[in-house]
């Protein structure tokens, strides 16, 4: 599978809308960033169950999804804790070693067969200084992680079991027939169990979002 420079553009383009529908601020990328950008991309291809990084290494790549779906993760002493999954026009990476250079404390799993276009930390860096606009697009990628992480843990707070249920489903109707369903019980933060009884109990709502 090749990528022209073109087809790089049109993804960072297209992430570019998206990190300002999400924050609420451009990006504000010329063409010349943009084509800086792309010119440095690489392309990754991963199979199913496959690790982008694991616990203890340093990240080295910001990975754009062209096609698949990731699963981030950390372990606690008796389970793992899923607290992320991103799929096609998304951006994935273990965001804080990759901006710190501290090893990574969470772990990336690819769910599907994946391919990336990625940025490598190193060359991103040589960029930085010949642009302040790529400087704020990588402190723009970086908020965007941390409102994921704060979205994720309020909802651990402030909703029920049930409630959390339910709103997965409504908001990521496409996750739910993707994903299996234990690493959704992971994200939702309750047993595999549960997720069975709460999935039967409430198959018609479920069917209703579906258009069933």
């Not at 073109?6 to 990190?19: C, G």
């Not at 908020?143 to 709103?167: D, G, K």
């Not at 997965?168 to 939702?188: G, M, T």
């Amino acid at each position: 599978m090749e990528h022209t420079t073109e087809d790089k553009m049109t993804i960072l383009l297209a992430y570019a809308d998206r990190i300002q529908e999400y924050t609420g601020r451009s990006l504000q990328l010329s063409s010349g960033d943009i084509a800086s950008l792309a010119n440095i991309m690489v392309l990754r291809q991963y199979r199913r169950r496959a690790d982008l990084v694991k616990a203890g290494d340093r990240e080295q790549y910001l990975h754009f999804i062209v096609k698949g779906l990731v699963r981030q993760y950390f372990r606690d002493p008796i389970r793992d804790v899923t607290i992320h999954f991103a799929r096609e026009g998304e951006a994935v990476s273990s965001f804080v070693s990759f901006f710190s250079g501290n090893p990574s404390l969470c772990q990336l799993e690819t769910l599907e067969p994946t391919v990336t276009l990625a940025l490598p930390k190193n060359k991103l860096e040589q960029l930085f200084p010949y642009s302040n606009r790529i400087n704020r697009m990588a402190r723009l990628i970086l908020s965007e992680q941390v409102l994921q992480q704060e979205h994720w843990e309020l909802n651990h707070l402030r909703y029920s079991i049930r409630e959390r249920f339910l709103m997965f489903i409504k908001n990521n109707p496409e996750l739910f027939l993707r994903v299996p369903h234990k690493y959704q019980a992971s994200y939702l933060d309750i047993e595999p169990e549960t997720y069975s009884r709460l999935k039967t109990q409430l198959e018609r709502k479920v069917n209703a979002i579906h258009g069933k």
